[in-house]
């Protein structure tokens, strides 16, 4: 499922709590930067094998956002 892989890899890179991480989760809630969102994008290019277009990052506000790309790719 693509929202396990996606908190296990936020989580494992940023120490955070996985119990922090829902779907609902605001991006900006977990101090995310732009810096961070790229890094975020660039993980996500390498785990799931497609390409993040800037237009869909910056559509990303909830960890929800990121797995509704994902299943909508």
Do not use: H, W
């Not at 120490?15 to 930067?33: A, G, M, Q, R, S």
């Not at 660039?42 to 929800?64: C, Q, R, S, W, Y």
């Amino acid at each position: 499922m693509e929202f396990e892989k996606i908190r296990a890899m936020i989580c494992e890179q940023y120490e955070i709590d996985k119990d922090e991480v829902t779907p609902e989760t605001v991006l900006e809630d977990l101090n995310f930067d732009s810096l961070d969102m790229i890094e975020i994008a660039m993980d996500i290019e390498d785990e799931f094998n497609v390409e993040v277009p800037d237009e869909a990052l910056e559509k990303f506000i909830t960890i929800g956002d990121i797995v509704e790309f994902l299943e909508n790719r």
